[in-house]
């Protein structure tokens, strides 16, 4: 079955860049999307078609997908941005959840 | 504004049977895709299931672990979505969140999420 890899954790001081990386084979051959979650709260779409945001979503937020590996981009990190993170992806029949990465704003 | 209402959890013991609703308000569910995705306590987010628009075809798709145990299905004039859980086991236990797909962006985004149902599997 097709699986999708994420780092469990992700550290970043306020203001700063954090990365977050999603890797599965040939990811980049799919669309990727994101979710933003925090405790006790349902996800919320953040980035989708690798680096689309919705509306409502900060333009801090940004994504490409390459090769075998999504990346998650948020710029100039807030404490509000403190969360679990799960990238996502999609064939025609299925669908797969990332491990899913712990933001932290120190 | 689009509002999706899950309902239906609870305890149940192995073996048993339990059936989640959703109850959509803004969007009519015939027109849209929708997922179930579920979350066990402390875990991660897993796919459980998909239903295509009637004008995709309806048809559904489950994923492995709850393939030939688990049935979407929709009731049309009521504009609920179901989830019909049967032979449950232990593993199945989490919170259930009803999820449009692809509603107000493309096909494959989860873009609309519910607040969840909880269900318990235990003897």
């Known amino acids: 079955s097709y699986e999708l890899t994420q780092p469990p954790s992700v550290s970043v001081s306020p203001g700063q860049t954090a990365s977050i990386t999603c890797s599965g084979d040939?990811?980049?051959?799919?669309?990727a999307s994101w979710y933003r979650q925090k405790p006790g709260q349902s996800p919320v779409l953040v980035i989708y078609q690798d680096s689309k945001r919705p509306s409502g979503i900060p333009e801090r937020f940004s994504g490409s997908n390459s090769g075998n590996t999504a990346t998650l981009t948020i710029s100039g990190t807030q404490a509000m941005d403190e969360a679990d993170y799960y990238c996502?992806?999609?064939?025609?029949?299925?669908?797969?959840f990332g491990t899913g990465t712990t933001v932290t704003v120190l | 504004e689009v509002q999706l209402v899950e309902s239906g959890g609870g305890l149940v013991k192995p073996g048993g049977s339990l059936r989640l609703s959703c109850a959509a308000s803004g969007i009519t569910l015939s027109n849209a895709w929708m997922s179930w995705v579920r979350q066990a306590p402390g875990k991660g987010l897993e796919w459980v299931g998909r239903?295509?628009?009637?004008?995709?075809?309806?048809?559904?798709d489950y994923a492995a672990p709850v393939k030939g145990r688990f049935t979407i299905s929709r009731d049309d004039s009521k504009n609920t979505l179901y989830l019909q859980m049967n032979s449950l086991k232990t593993e199945d236990t989490g919170l259930y969140y009803c999820i449009t797909d692809g509603l107000t962006t493309v096909d494959g985004a989860f873009d609309i999420w519910g607040q969840g149902t909880m269900v318990t599997v235990s003897s």
């Open positions: 040939k990811l980049g051959d799919k669309y």
């Open positions: 239903v295509k628009s009637k004008s995709g075809g309806g048809t559904t």
């Open positions: 996502q992806a999609w064939d025609s029949r299925t669908y797969v």
